[in-house]
């Protein structure tokens, strides 16, 4: 089942809703259904009998609802996650959390006779409460953002819940008006997810990644290598790669697969976005450095002589692939010159990721996708550096 949970005010039921019509598929509502089962609505069942006798209801039939099974959309009330109970039976499904922010969640569940929504100070304190416990649960977040958002990402979803990958997880990043999936996990390289482009893939590599790697990327149509270092970070290397994609017969329909560090995803991100002015491009970051930052926000570009990153434009992937079983064959130098970036990142998080990272605890996939989630706010908050963008 795809279980979509999130804070008041968050969507869940008319996204939950919009996802099971893309789908064909069934949409069970808790809320819904416990308002049936008790009789009465939830507002004034929980103002005659108080919080901990509504709870109780509600976990009883949200655990009897997770294990009817069966392909369907379930939309789970605001609170539910707080059920230990509930949250380990969400271990069988896949979570899909609907982010909202405090002052939307404030704005559109005050004033509609919600117990929970009377009081700003304990809306605030519970808003921040449950956030670790959501969290927790997801596998997938979608960022707020417009409702018809759901119809594009549904697809990704049901996919995520077909490759049954554990441990795998789905970030929906949006810039602009451009809306992609992110999806990051070991084995995210292995195949068990329909590949996320249409047309052939044309890889762009450098010959240090390229001897390792490449192989696992699956159905390659063709394969560009460059040498590796920031040096070749050149327009003399985007025109070798240029000519290498007319040479394989690279064309409108097929797209660019950027399998490599921050200079194979900026140089390749860059040929793709000037390719026949322009073909989609896949980031595949294979060091942490890529994995925890630069794959993330559509800035491609290479050096001049004269200055870093001088010429190159915005072009927003149309999925980036995190697989952090790549950083096992990454230098230590590497990994130390990516520690700095998740410090950075972390810096700008604060809340969890801080305390994790600023206590030295190691970098791990949880803390890998808490980057991502990090720079993907960033980038949804000013796609093109007006402001926010430059705290990085
Ligand atoms: N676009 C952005 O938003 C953004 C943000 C930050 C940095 N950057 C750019 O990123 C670049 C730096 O990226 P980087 O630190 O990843 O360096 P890099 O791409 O040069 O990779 C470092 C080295 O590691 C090797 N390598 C990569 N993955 C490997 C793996 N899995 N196993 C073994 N070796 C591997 C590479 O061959 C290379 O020699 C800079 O050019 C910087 O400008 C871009």
């Not at 959309?73 to 039976?89: D, T």
């Not at 956030?131 to 997938?140: N, R, T």
Request: hydrophobic letters at 45%.
């Amino acid at each position: 089942m795809l279980v979509f949970v999130g804070f008041m005010g968050a969507g869940k039921t008319t996204l939950a809703r919009d996802a099971a019509a893309v789908l064909h598929l069934p949409h069970h509502d808790a809320d819904r259904e416990l308002e049936a089962a008790l009789g009465s609505s939830i507002e004034a069942f929980f103002d005659r009998h108080g919080e901990a006798a509504f709870r109780a209801r509600e976990e009883e039939l949200v655990l009897g609802l997770l294990a009817r099974g069966g392909p369907a959309v379930v939309s789970l009330g605001g609170g539910a996650v707080e059920s230990p109970r509930i949250r380990r039976a969400l271990g069988a499904h896949t979570v899909v959390l609907c982010e909202v922010s405090l002052a939307t969640a404030w704005q559109r569940a005050h004033g509609r006779g919600r117990p929970l929504a009377r009081d700003r100070a304990a809306f605030e304190r519970r808003f921040h409460e449950r956030a670790a416990l959501y969290e927790q649960v997801a596998d997938a977040f979608l960022p707020e953002g417009p409702k018809e958002q759901i119809r594009r990402a549904a697809p990704f979803l049901r996919d995520l819940e077909a490759a049954g990958l554990p441990g795998l997880r789905l970030l929906w990043a949006r810039a602009g008006r451009s809306e992609h999936p992110v999806l990051v996990g070991r084995g995210v390289l292995g195949g068990a997810l329909p590949w996320p482009a249409r047309g052939r893939r044309f890889g762009v590599t450098d010959e240090t990644v390229g001897a390792v790697h490449a192989g696992r990327v699956p159905d390659l149509a063709g394969l560009v290598e460059i040498p590796p270092g920031e040096r070749h970070k050149t327009l003399a290397t985007a025109q070798a790669v240029w000519q290498a994609l007319v040479a394989q017969g690279a064309t409108r329909a097929d797209h660019v697969v950027a399998l490599g560090g921050g200079v194979v995803g900026d140089l390749a991100g860059f040929c793709a976005a000037t390719y026949q002015r322009g073909i989609p491009v896949v980031q595949v970051p294979t060091t942490l450095v890529a994995q925890v930052d630069s794959a993330y926000g559509g800035k491609t570009g290479v050096d001049l002589p004269e200055a870093k990153n001088y010429v190159g434009a915005y072009h927003q992937p149309a999925a980036v692939l995190v697989d952090p079983t790549t950083l096992a064959t990454l230098p230590a130098a590497e990994h130390a010159a990516g520690y700095a970036e998740v410090v950075k990142t972390a810096l700008i998080a604060g809340g969890a990721l801080w305390e994790r990272v600023g206590a030295g605890e190691p970098v791990d996939d949880a803390v890998i996708l808490a980057c991502a989630r990090t720079k993907l706010g960033v980038v949804a908050a000013d796609e093109r550096d007006g402001g926010l963008r430059q705290v990085l």
